[in-house]
């Protein structure tokens, strides 16, 4: 519960400050943008994760009373584009611990039933994705992007995903995940810092390697069915990034002796500790797919 808390109040302080600060605001976005092709706009980096949660659901073979939930919605930002992009009628599920991002993306509902009366039902939900409400029912498609590390044990997050998804559905994470060959133990000294300031800065407790998710996710009737690396489609040496590492390393020492931390500094410490394990292969950025077993 304790570190729930914390990552509540990590996004009440940070939502409208990413929203507002960062290049991608305009998309109402605060993931990673992915630039699978060169000519790639940032607005279609940005949205590029969506594209492959979307066309997950395209292959789905269940296309009757679709529902689709994203478990860490942020302020909605997702499931809009699955709404806008999708050629198939479904309900949308978008849950968030911040109240302050489920108050947004409902005011965008809103805002777009004024202006199409045809608009999907959308239902944002703010509560722990690791104690889903009983009101939710059973999905078909369930998605994290950037927020299953936020889980306080991956046990318990697979467990509820698996306990609302259909047999046969599936579970997409977009995410960071240990490298399978990383033996936490036996890095050295700079490595272990650069993962503990990852963890620390971003809120992270459930990073783990494609095995450890493997056989987690059996537990509870998930297999993984797809991999695939996204890590050279990032770019993590922007003059945005050289900024941050810069600010980390003169200031990092007065954010320590701060009785009061500030959440978005703390965001930035993330960031660097992130920037380092990528470069060394420590972290990759991946796409998984899992699905319930059918039996």
């Not at 269940?62 to 992009?85: H, P, Q, R």
């Not at 309900?91 to 777009?112: D, H």
Request: charged share 25%; glycine share 4%; with cysteine.
């Amino acid at each position: 519960m304790e570190h729930s808390a914390g990552v509540k109040n990590y996004y009440e302080k940070n939502t409208n400050k990413f929203l507002r600060f960062h290049r991608d605001a305009a998309t109402k976005s605060i993931h990673q943008p992915l630039w699978k092709e060169p000519h790639f706009t940032l607005k279609e980096a940005v949205f590029y994760a969506n594209q492959l949660i979307l066309k997950e659901i395209e292959a789905y073979p269940e296309k009757e009373n679709l529902t689709v939930i994203d478990l860490g919605c942020g302020v909605g930002s997702s499931l809009f584009y699955l709404a806008d992009n999708l050629d198939l009628p479904a309900i949308y599920y978008g849950v968030s611990i911040s109240e302050t991002q489920i108050n947004i993306a409902k005011k965008e509902v809103v805002y777009r039933k004024e202006n199409n009366p045809f608009v999907p039902n959308f239902h944002f939900i703010a509560a722990d994705f690791t104690q889903l409400p009983t009101t939710i029912p059973t999905i078909d498609i369930a998605f994290s992007i950037e927020a299953f590390v936020h889980a306080s044990a991956a046990e318990k997050y697979l467990a509820q995903v698996s306990q609302y998804l259909k047999k046969g559905g599936k579970l997409i994470l977009i995410d960071d995940f240990l490298n399978d060959d990383v033996d936490r133990n036996t890095l050295d000294s700079k490595a272990q810092k650069a993962i503990a300031d990852f963890e620390y800065g971003w809120m992270v407790n459930s990073l783990k390697t494609k095995m450890e998710l493997t056989k987690i996710a059996a537990n509870y009737g998930l297999t993984i069915i797809e991999e695939e690396d996204l890590t050279s489609y990032m770019r993590n040496n922007t003059l945005k990034h050289k900024w941050i590492r810069f600010l980390v390393f003169s200031f990092r020492w007065i954010y320590d002796l701060l009785p009061q931390k500030s959440p978005y500094f703390r965001s930035w410490i993330g960031g660097k500790g992130k920037q380092y394990c990528l470069k060394k292969g420590i972290i990759k950025y991946k796409k998984i797919v899992l699905e319930k077993n059918r039996k």
